[in-house]
């Protein structure tokens, strides 16, 4: 029962649209409908600046960090990345949105694993922006900051169910991010710039 309430909590706030709902109330725009049409924080922030970008990026993190943290604390290991799953399943189909298109689980998994494996997490963060700041792709740091948990997991001991979590996580990021693979591949994706761009779709 506990288990069910957990991953329920997890889905209902993962489903939270903070970056549609932030934009809507302070710009009174949807965010759907400017710069590449994601809800999450990479395009808020592109888009509107780290005024609005911050704040996504942290409640989006904490989605996934409080169901997962109060899963393994209250149950365990698996039902603590089965309420981050959950969590990362509402942020990419929110409820709140119809279960129309989300964002792309990037922050939400990094909060889930904060929550059930702060060590890992907390490598896969620094990879994340080291990466980051090294090329400028937001896209390129999310996948290999996601790819690297599932290693990172099993290096470090931890539980199988966060090894197959780390597994599943990077799998669902890697294809949630296609399109900026073919673009990278390419060399037409667009690196991120500090400040505010253009609003165009």
């Known amino acids: 029962m506990v288990t069910a309430l957990v991953i329920l909590v997890g889905y209902l706030a993962g489903s939270v649209p903070t970056g549609y709902w932030i934009v809507r109330a302070w710009r009174g725009v949807d965010i759907r409908t400017v710069g ?3 809800i999450g924080a990479s395009n808020v922030w592109r888009v509107f600046g780290r005024r609005y970008g911050v704040p996504v990026v942290l409640l989006d993190v904490a989605k996934g960090f409080g169901p997962a943290l109060v899963g393994t604390l209250l149950v365990g290991d698996l039902t603590g990345v089965l309420a981050g799953g959950a969590a990362m ?3 990419w189909r ?3 949105l119809r279960f129309e298109k989300g ?3 990037v922050a939400t998994a990094g909060g889930a694993f904060l929550g059930v494996a702060p060590i890992v997490g907390g490598i896969g963060a620094t ?3 080291a990466t980051f700041l090294l090329f400028r792709y ?3 740091a999310s996948i290999l900051a996601a790819c690297s948990l ?4 099993a290096l470090l001991g931890e539980p ?3 090894i197959v979590f780390g597994a599943l996580a990077a799998l669902a990021v890697v294809l949630l991010h296609r399109a900026n693979i073919a673009r990278l591949r390419a060399g037409t994706e667009r690196r991120f710039r500090f400040g505010r761009e253009a609003p165009a779709r």
């Open 127 to 129: 990879i994340w922006i």
């Open 89 to 91: 399943l509402g942020h």
């Open 94 to 96: 929110p409820l709140f």
């Open 160 to 162: 199988w169910p966060v």
């Open 150 to 153: 599932p290693i990172l997991a």
């Open 103 to 105: 964002g792309k689980t």
């Open 36 to 38: 590449s049409g994601n």
């Open 138 to 140: 937001a896209s390129l």
